[in-house]
């Protein structure tokens, strides 16, 4: 199994920045792709954003263009910068690892708030 941890949620202005940060332990080598979620109340939860250990990267249509996940191999994190930043993207940020069988490896945590308000 693995164990995840989110960081780097806050308040944020429209048209702000922010990067979230998930850092991994445990069973590591089990990891095919790391990925960002996000679950406002009354809603699934929705992929955001995932990463592949050969560097692919897919982005929900809703944030294509402003968030750029990546990952630092050498902290065993992956991160989330967030750009240009709406309101709609305020909700709780999760992050878990997925298998080459996209089965999830990590629990859901408490994951980070995001706020986008002015």
């Known amino acids: 199994q693995v164990q995840l941890m989110e960081s780097g949620g806050g308040l944020v202005q429209p048209g702000g920045s922010l990067r979230l940060s998930c850092a991994a332990s445990g069973n590591i080598f089990s990891i095919y792709a790391s990925a960002w979620y996000r679950q406002t109340p009354g809603k699934q939860r929705e992929l955001v954003a995932y990463?592949?250990?050969?560097?692919?990267?897919n982005y929900a249509d809703s944030v294509k263009g402003r968030f750029t996940i990546s990952r630092d191999n050498a902290k065993d994190t992956v991160y989330l910068q967030m750009n240009s930043l709406k309101p709609e993207d305020t909700a709780v940020y999760y992050c878990n690892a997925m298998s080459r069988d996209l089965r999830l490896l990590g629990s859901w945590g408490q994951g980070t708030q995001v706020t986008v308000s002015s």
């Open positions: 990463i592949t250990s050969g560097d692919s990267t």
